[in-house]
């Protein structure tokens, strides 16, 4: 598969909340770095982040824009109260083995009335 049509698998899965849909799409020691917080490094751990993440806010990625440059496919997207931010994802043998997001945390948690840490 074009790394493309894995981002749009991973954005249905986000939508819907999929956890195990979202974790299939991972490779055993890939790396999630939301770059407002820690590095997830591991399947599970990417696992466990989406499972909590999904269980503290309702989130939604509206796609503004994808491209694809080689293993990697790049989303722009806002979220429907107006929060912004772009993925960038590296993708090999049909799995996501890097990705690095982009986005305003301290407005995310205003946004959810989510304790400011």
């Not at 698998?9 to 819907?16: A, E, G, Q, S």
Request: net charge negative; with cysteine; aromatic share 12%.
């Amino acid at each position: 598969m074009e790394p493309k049509e894995i981002l749009k698998k991973w954005i249905d899965c986000f939508n819907t909340a999929d956890v195990a849909g979202l974790a299939a799409l991972y490779a055993d020691e890939a790396v999630n770095h939301q770059v407002a917080n820690a590095p997830m490094v591991g399947k599970d751990a990417i696992t466990r982040m989406f499972a909590n993440e999904f269980a503290t806010a309702k989130m939604v990625c509206i796609v503004e824009n994808i491209f694809e440059d080689g293993e990697w496919a790049i989303m722009e997207w806002k979220d429907p109260l107006g929060l912004r931010g772009c993925g960038f994802f590296h993708i090999q043998n049909d799995l996501i083995v890097y990705q690095r997001g982009y986005w305003d945390k301290l407005s995310f948690l205003k946004q959810h009335n989510l304790p400011i840490e």
